[in-house]
């Protein structure tokens, strides 16, 4: 057993102008991320461009964090392909590189013929050939597929599924989770903008893509909910609302990777086909930060 409690940002992976991984970039932002009270990362995943990253390069990109990485931060991998023999193939490379958890996303391209059996037996076959705890990735608003909370309650049932990522905007489905599954299994929320919500239903966490420049307001609000100051953990919420669908809602990957460069961290360019925000984006995108206390 993990413990799934804190803040894992799913950290950008950063390109150079020809869009090959910047691994001396990586490893600056990761020397800045580290001195921040950060509780691990999740590596390759959305946020990361992990659909647009082979696979040997989503296994670079995790033994590169884990030579970095300080005791004590988990290292979470991206490890979800469309196809249960293939996920469970780089399931075992991730393991090789160091990783301490791997996060599986639903397979989506086939979403309307996938039924809740074949999810079942997906996640359950990985689990069982993985030496690594299995993480559950929910995000339907790119894969079409929302994992059904009576899926996720028979697979928290087996040992080595330890917990979920619920990235589909919905308390009431978190609340569910919560309720629904065993106590020691551990639900994450996918975005800050729902995380006070979250975390007074029982979350234990989040990976929260804001998580890769707010840390601090983030870690604050936390705590503020740990002490029962839940006046200031709402006035902590309130500001990072906007910032948030900025971020998750509004320019996805290249605004996260803009904001990177505008708070000092590198960000540079998404891989092509995603292109980065222009000059009246970045106008939005730097008001609402500003908005947010963020720069």
Known sequence: MISLKGIFPPIPTPFDSDEAIDFDRLKSNLARWNGWPL?????????????????????DL???????????????????????RATIEL?????????????????????????????????RAIAAASSLPVILYSVPVYTHLDLPIEVVRELAAYPKVVGIKESGGSLAKITSLVDQTPQDFQVLVGSAGLLLGA?????????????????????????????????????????????????????????????LDLVGLYGGPPRSPLQQLDEAELAILRAGLGRGGLI
């Open 39 to 59: 509780d691990g990362y999740v590596v390759a995943g959305s946020t990361g461009e992990s659909v647009s990253l082979s696979g040997t390069e989503r296994v």
């Open 62 to 84: 995790v033994r590169a964090v884990r030579s970095v990485l300080p005791r004590g931060k988990l290292l979470i991998a991206g490890a979800g392909l469309e196809s249960t």
């Open 91 to 123: 399931v075992g490379r991730m393991a090789d590189a160091g990783a301490d958890a791997v996060i599986v996303v639903t397979p989506g391209y086939f979403a309307p013929s996938v039924r809740p059996a074949g999810l079942v037996a997906h996640y």
């Open 199 to 259: 975390l007074m239903v029982g979350a234990v966490g989040c990976v929260p893509a804001l998580g890769n420049l707010a840390t601090s307001q983030i870690h604050d609000l936390m705590s503020a909910v740990q002490r029962g100051e839940l006046a200031l953990a709402r006035e902590i919420q309130a500001k990072l609302v906007e910032p948030n669908e900025l971020l998750t809602v509004r320019f996805g990957v290249a605004g996260v990777k803009a904001a």
